[in-house]
């Protein structure tokens, strides 16, 4: 039987109230260990400018961890020193920093007393220390890597987590890390395999194979030295390369104790348009959509449309059930009242989907899919905006987007579909901005949006990825695929592609001649009776699972079009599916959210990075106890280990080994109690150790084109 491993919820908490149950007064000081020191929910990043360092701070910018970021390219850069790293509060020794990030084990000149400064800080408070990317030697607890190891490309390799890992910070991994290698001219991948140097005190947490040996050899492990712990990574990596965001959450995990600000989980939802109608095809003669604004004339082309039919239901409702999934259906009721209409009274699809509309979510589409911004002038292709006769732009009114609302959400609720109603996607995200031809908001969309009741509208994240207000709503922004709406098999999809994505000299529309940024265009066209699957399916498989890996809610979104004839998103769904459950422990499940739950995780990120900015937020840990302390109805985000209470109640749900959650700051010190399990906290004496007289040996001799990470690519 499949494991059931989806379809959980954020606990949202509310601190007055548990507070109260608990009978504290209002901020009181919470127990904690009175030789504990103070240890402030804060990692400091020494940055170098080189990608690894860049992709721990977007981690740690993605779930929202503080920190702070000295640049050592910068020279007007603090100093590094007893000073700036530790002080006292109240008498009580603190360290300002839980955590230390070095772009490699010492970044800084021979002897430097910056480095002395952070082994004495470290040593004291017993903070670890990541290194970013380094190789591999007995300076990092490793044998020479030209001793029996390895240095070169690791491009496609199988890397796994050890015993070690699982039972420690990669514990929500399944075990298999594979490498990209996405190109064979590119070199995606370097990295130093060796194993542990003789008598050191290292543990390997994720390795590789050694080519040309049966032995294996460290990619991530830790290492104990001199009261000290350093967690040694030896490949390079950016911040979009699946191999890393396979361990991003873990290298965050090893260094805070999993005890930190911020929270991170793997989101997959789907939204399928025009439920109901049906989408125009692609003609591949005309190299059109006949049917379409930009068709125009169309060259006597006739519009062939896609819907599902009663079968592609049935299919949907059994392929969610399959991998317990639930698909967003997003639905324009006119279409079925038109194909009643067409065919006697009958839409055995429309019967179909009311008999199962309690297996899928269902989001008003809007009643007919009209365009709902400026008013359409299509006599020209690319169509523009029409004007009246003073020049300024003539608007679809305000009645007008009423109407599409309204009588959606009526015939929904007269079909039996169980909706939310302050949920809505326009047809084309239309009434919002698009350019070029419409480069502001419909102004009848606000007072539309408002007077409806709507709080959260649907936008393409390719021109409008950021949550805005219009009117009462707040937009969520979406992923488009590489599915193309106006294709029903494999050919007509490959066929488009090759029109986009190749040159004219190839038949194509030269987009990409255009726009050399382009990194999609291929070198010839694809054999339209393979290119979809051996080039389309992988490559979208590959975006969408980047997205989930990401801690990114976004929603994706296809259409019905994709749901029918050969059923062209399956493949690309299912791939992304099955391919994180191939990674992930069951105690990672993907969180498939509808639209309403996905803004409001998008308004809370947004509320709490701006105090975060604003320096609003104090959180610490003394012994068993962390106080967060922020502004009046803030929403808090934190991860800390499973069986952290607060108040009398638990924190959090479980995500990754980890309690995760929001909970709503009453502006009083929120006061958390780890549970006897969490790591140990720090014993420090009140001041901290001398600094050493020498500080330990910079790594050198690295090569420039591996040090700086020019070997990774930078795949957005």
């Known amino acids: 039987m499949k494991r059931s491993r989806r379809s959980i919820r954020t606990a949202v908490l509310s601190v007055g109230a548990l507070i109260a149950a608990a009978g504290l007064p209002a901020g009181a000081a919470h127990a904690a260990d009175a030789a504990a020191p103070r240890?402030?929910?804060?990692?400091?990043?020494?940055?170098?400018?080189?990608?690894?360092?860049?992709?721990?701070?977007?981690?740690?910018?993605?779930?929202?961890?503080?920190?702070?970021?000295?640049?050592?390219?910068?020279?007007?850069?603090?100093t590094i020193d007893a000073a700036f790293l530790a002080d006292t509060v109240g008498g009580r020794p603190r360290a300002k920093f839980q955590a230390v990030v070095l772009p490699n084990d010492n970044p800084f000149a021979a002897g430097s007393a910056e480095m002395a400064a952070l082994a004495a800080y470290e040593q004291t408070y017993e903070i670890p220390q990541v290194d970013a990317y380094t190789y591999a030697r007995p300076q990092v607890g490793l044998q020479y890597f030209v001793a029996g190891g390895y240095a070169g490309s690791v491009d496609g390799a199988q890397a796994a987590v050890t015993t070690a890992g699982r039972s420690g910070p990669f514990g929500y991994l399944e075990g298999s890390v594979p490498f990209e290698d996405n190109s064979p001219t590119v070199g995606e991948s370097y990295a130093y395999l060796a194993q542990p140097a003789p008598g050191a005190d290292f543990t390997t947490y994720v390795d590789a194979p050694i080519p040309g040996t049966a032995r294996r050899g460290s990619l991530v492990g830790e290492y104990k030295h001199d009261g000290r712990r350093e967690l040694v990574v030896t490949f390079v990596y950016n911040r979009y390369q699946q191999q890393y965001r396979l361990l991003a959450r873990g290298i965050v995990e090893w260094m805070t104790g999993g005890i930190h600000l911020g929270a991170s989980r793997n989101y997959f939802s789907v939204h399928v348009d025009d439920v109901f109608a049906a989408d125009d095809r692609w003609d591949t003669r005309l190299?059109?959509?006949?049917?379409?604004?930009?068709?125009?004339?169309?060259?006597?082309?006739?519009?062939?449309?896609?819907?599902?039919?009663?079968?592609?239901?049935?299919?949907?409702?059994?392929?969610?059930?399959?991998?317990?999934?639930?698909l967003d259906m997003v639905y324009n009721g006119a279409g079925s009242l038109d194909q009643r209409e067409d065919n006697n009274g009958v839409d055995l699809l429309a019967d179909k989907l009311q008999a199962d509309r309690g297996t899928f979510r269902w989001i008003n589409h809007?009643?007919?899919?009209?365009?709902?911004?400026?008013?359409?002038?299509?006599?020209?292709?690319?169509?523009?905006?029409?004007?009246?006769?003073d020049g300024s732009t003539?608007?679809?009114?305000?009645?007008?987007?009423?109407?599409?609302?309204?009588?959606?959400?009526?015939?929904?609720q007269s079909f039996g579909l169980p909706l939310q109603n302050d949920e809505l996607v326009t047809g084309e995200h239309s009434g919002m901005a698009v350019l070029p031809q419409q480069p502001q908001d419909n102004p009848n969309l606000a007072a539309s949006l408002t007077g409806n009741g709507v709080k959260w509208v649907a936008s393409d994240n390719s021109r409008d990825p950021e949550p805005r207000q219009v009117g009462s709503a707040s937009t969520v922004a979406r992923y488009p695929m590489n599915v193309y709406y106006n294709v029903g098999k494999a050919a007509e999809a490959a066929d488009e592609y090759n029109w986009i994505y190749t040159s004219r000299a190839q038949g194509g529309s030269g987009i990409c001649e255009d726009h050399p940024d382009t990194t999609t265009c291929l070198p010839a066209p694809l054999d339209t009776a393979t290119g979809y699957a051996q080039k389309i399916v992988p490559a979208e498989t590959r975006t969408a699972l980047g997205h989930v890996l990401s801690n990114d809610p976004k929603p994706h979104f296809i259409h019905q079009s994709n749901l029918a004839e050969e059923r062209l998103a399956y493949p690309v769904l299912g791939g992304v599916i099955d391919g994180y459950d191939a990674l992930f422990a069951a105690n990672t499940p993907l969180v498939n959210e509808r639209m309403k739950d996905i803004g409001t995780e998008l308004k809370r990120r947004g509320a709490w990075k701006n105090a975060l900015q604003a320096n609003q937020v104090t959180a610490y840990r003394m012994g068993t106890a962390v106080?967060?302390?922020?502004?009046?109805?803030?929403?808090?985000?934190?991860?800390?280990?499973?069986?952290?209470?607060?108040?009398?109640?638990?924190?959090?749900?479980?995500?990754?080994?980890?309690?995760?959650?929001w909970t709503t700051s009453?502006?009083?010190?929120?006061?958390?109690?780890?549970?006897?399990?969490?790591?140990?906290?720090?014993?420090?004496?009140?001041?901290?150790?001398?600094?050493?007289?020498?500080?330990?040996?910079?790594?050198?001799?690295?090569p420039a084109a591996v040090r700086d990470g020019a070997t990774g690519t930078d795949r957005r």
Not at 305 to 315: F, Q, V
Not at 394 to 412: A, F, K
Not at 682 to 699: E, H, I, L, N
Request: glycine share 10%; charged share 15%.
């Open 39 to 78: 240890v402030d929910l804060r990692v400091l990043v020494v940055a170098d400018g080189g990608p690894a360092v860049q992709a721990i701070t977007a981690e740690l910018d993605s779930a929202g961890t503080p920190y702070t970021q000295v640049d050592l390219t910068r020279p007007d850069r603090p």
């Open 394 to 412: 003539r608007w679809v009114s305000r009645s007008t987007i009423d109407n599409e609302i309204v009588l959606n959400r009526l015939w929904g």
């Open 366 to 389: 809007t009643y007919t899919h009209a365009f709902l911004g400026c008013e359409q002038d299509v006599s020209v292709v690319p169509w523009r905006c029409a004007t009246n006769p």
């Open 287 to 326: 190299n059109c959509t006949p049917g379409d604004v930009d068709c125009a004339g169309g060259g006597g082309g006739t519009p062939q449309p896609i819907r599902m039919t009663a079968d592609d239901a049935e299919y949907a409702k059994n392929w969610q059930a399959a991998r317990n999934f639930t």
């Open 666 to 702: 009453n502006g009083t010190a929120l006061q958390l109690t780890l549970p006897p399990s969490a790591p140990a906290a720090p014993t420090a004496a009140a001041a901290p150790r001398p600094a050493p007289a020498t500080a330990p040996a910079p790594a050198a001799n690295v």
């Open 627 to 661: 106080t967060v302390v922020a502004p009046a109805g803030l929403d808090v985000t934190a991860t800390l280990p499973a069986g952290t209470r607060l108040g009398t109640a638990a924190f959090g749900s479980p995500y990754a080994g980890r309690a995760s959650g």
